[in-house]
């Protein structure tokens, strides 16, 4: 009986333990995403439509992934194999000039989408089939709010910081 109340008290333990590690990792990758989002600014000119231009997030994220990014794209030219790489998409189609930026990575066969609206790849893109899910996000970006570019280059600085299961679980 003594054992059996010493290995219970032990998995408690452990059960807190793992808890109180979870609470750390989500509030450091919470933090780094938020300082990104915070300093992207600095580095990103302001279109005249008040957002980011394909053109800036496409250089800033060639510096910052290297070959891992494959590309700024609009919703009807990205490519139909995102299971591997970076990838940041705009909603609207090449001839308009674009309203929302949202982002794939792919890491290992796995993908997860990112829009800082929440809305799912599905929603926003009928033909994009991803073997992963999107992530667990609460709505971080307000509505008149144009910071979404530099959100999907935090999201993908946390995939490739904390990996793509953390960047799920806690963006």
């Known amino acids: 009986m ?7 008290a ?4 452990r059960n807190k333990r793992h808890k109180g590690l979870q609470k750390a990792r989500k509030k450091e990758v919470q933090r780094a995403f938020t ?5 992207l600014p600095t580095v990103l000119p302001r279109n005249n439509h008040e957002g980011t231009a394909g053109e800036d997030l496409d250089r800033v994220c060639r510096m910052q992934f290297e070959s891992k990014f494959k590309g ?4 009807n030219t990205h490519p139909e194999d995102m299971s591997d790489g970076y990838y940041i998409i705009n909603t609207d189609p090449f001839k308009l000039p674009g309203t929302h930026w949202t ?6 066969g796995e993908s997860c989408f990112y829009d800082s ?10 033909e994009i089939v991803l073997p992963g899910t999107g992530t667990d996000l ?10 979404c570019g530099e ?6 600085c946390c995939v490739s910081e904390f990996g793509i299961h953390a960047a799920k679980k806690y963006l």
């Open 72 to 75: 700024v794209f609009a919703a």
């Open 151 to 156: 959100r999907c280059i935090a999201f993908l």
């Open 2 to 8: 003594r054992t059996q109340s010493a290995t219970l």
């Open 10 to 13: 032990l998995k408690k333990a």
């Open 117 to 126: 609206f929440d809305r799912k790849s599905t929603q926003l893109f009928p």
């Open 138 to 147: 609460n709505v971080r970006q307000r509505i008149k709010e144009s910071n």
């Open 35 to 39: 300082d990104i989002v915070e300093f």
């Open 103 to 108: 982002a794939v990575a792919g890491v290992d």
